[in-house]
């Protein structure tokens, strides 16, 4: 089974320009997670959706950040307008939800540079 | 006070000996605990899951939980170089849905 899915894997952009990632969770998967990691921070967690369903985002740090699941197999991670500030390596993850704890799958992340 | 504390290290053994990695969570009502390993330039993968007070083993890996200490540890016996990583420590929290909150990590170097 293939695993976290992201796209792109690398992405070099202009201030001011928008940015989308996209995320493919493992399938049967029903939680996926959007994380933020920098040297400063650490892992970070930015929103999750639960069957679809955003339940907390409030690690997204502005109103420049959105999220969408709009099926069990696709997210996007959108930032407009980019900022140098939002230059990281930014992780999907996919988990199974339930009586089992929530053992997470990271996809390879994809690294965003903002100049 | 940060939810989950971590020493970030480095912790730095050498080959064969063992590696512990110490981890304190603030919240009283996590019941899952993990600890991921992350190569450098890579993503987290996850190695261990503790729900349980007590030890659990699984090859080279023990981990360690005890709720009253709101303490978790990871043992790595005869440690090896591949086994130079970053650890992070993760607690769950239940918001509506499961949230995981990680540490910052420990660097750990095995020498050979």
């Known amino acids: 089974d293939a695993g976290v899915i992201q796209s792109p894997r690398h992405e070099v952009t202009e201030m001011g320009q928008e940015v989308t990632l996209r995320c493919k969770p493992i399938?049967?998967?029903?939680?996926l997670f959007w994380y933020r990691q920098t040297m400063m921070r650490g892992l970070e967690l930015l929103i999750y959706f639960n069957n679809n369903v955003p339940i907390d985002d409030s690690g997204m740090p502005e109103d420049r950040f959105s999220a969408k699941m709009p099926n069990a197999s696709f997210s996007t991670l959108k930032i407009q307008p980019s900022e140098p500030r939002d230059s990281a390596v930014y992780f999907c993850a996919s988990s199974t939800q339930g009586a089992g704890g929530d053992e997470q799958y990271f996809g390879p992340g994809t690294r965003l540079t903002v100049t | 006070q940060k939810e989950v504390e971590q020493n970030s290290g480095p912790l730095s053994v050498p080959e064969g000996a063992i590696a512990s990695l110490n981890c304190t969570y603030s919240?009283?009502?996590?019941?899952?605990f993990f600890w991921y390993r992350q190569y450098s330039g890579k993503s987290p993968e996850l190695i261990m899951s503790?729900?349980?007070?007590g030890d659990k083993e699984d090859g080279r890996f023990t981990a360690q939980l005890n709720k009253a200490s709101q303490y978790v540890s990871l043992l790595i016996r005869d440690s090896q170089p591949s086994d130079s990583a970053t650890y992070l420590c993760a607690a769950e929290h239940y918001t509506g849905g499961f949230k995981t909150i990680f540490g910052a990590g420990t660097r750990l170097f095995v020498k050979a």
């Open positions: 919240d009283r009502g996590s019941q899952s």
């Open positions: 399938s049967g998967h029903n939680s």
């Open positions: 503790i729900y349980s007070n």
